[in-house]
C-alpha cells in the first residue's frame, strides 16, 4: 500500500463515497459526515490492517486507563454550614444579594404537582428543603428538574399576562 497515493484517492473521493470506504475497512457504518476526519480514519485503519494494529501490550494498558477514568482527580469541596448545622450551602462561593429577591425573612409558597413549595429568602440566598439555593431559578430546577424562572414559578411575576 502506497499510503500517499491512497491519501489522494481518498481525498478525490465525496463523503458519500468516503463512507462507503469506511464501511468496506472497519466492517460498519458510520454517521460521520466529516470528510478530514473519515480520510483520517480509513488511512489509519488500512495502515493498521497491513502493518498490524497495536500491541498487546498497548492494549492492556489502554483497558488499565479506561478502567481508571472514573477515578475522582480532586477532592470534594466541604459544605459549609450554619450555627445550627442545619442548613448545607450548594455553592462554597459568596452569593450576591439580588436586588430582585423578596426582603430577607420572606416565605415564599407555591403548590405543585400536589406538593407544598416553601421558601425562606436569606441574605445569602433562598433556603429550601435544608438547603441554600443561589437563586429562585435554582430552587425551581431542584424542584421541577427542568430550567424555570424562578420569578415566575413562584407567582412573582405575570409572564406577560394581564
Known amino acids: 500500500m502506497n499510503v500517499a497515493e491512497e491519501l489522494r484517492t481518498l481525498e478525490d473521493m465525496n463523503v458519500s463515497e468516503l463512507r462507503e470506504r469506511y464501511e468496506r475497512v472497519f466492517g460498519e457504518s458510520t454517521r460521520s459526515r466529516h470528510k478530514p476526519h473519515l480520510i483520517r480514519r480509513i488511512i489509519w485503519r488500512m495502515q493498521a490492517n497491513l502493518y498490524g494494529g497495536l500491541s498487546e501490550r498497548a492494549l492492556q494498558r489502554a483497558r488499565e486507563l479506561a478502567k481508571d477514568a472514573d477515578i475522582r482527580l480532586t477532592a470534594p ?40 413549595i416553601r421558601v425562606l429568602i436569606l441574605r445569602e440566598g433562598v433556603e429550601y428543603e435544608g438547603t441554600v439555593y443561589r437563586s429562585l431559578s435554582a430552587v425551581a430546577k431542584a424542584v421541577t428538574g427542568s430550567h424555570w424562572n424562578g420569578h415566575l414559578f413562584f407567582g412573582l411575576r405575570n409572564g406577560g399576562k394581564s
Open 77 to 116: 469541596r466541604p459544605r459549609k454550614t450554619t450555627v445550627n448545622g442545619t442548613v448545607r450551602v450548594i455553592k462554597s462561593r459568596k452569593v450576591p444579594k439580588s436586588v430582585n429577591l423578596p426582603t430577607p425573612g420572606t416565605v415564599l409558597e407555591r403548590e405543585y404537582k400536589g406538593r407544598k
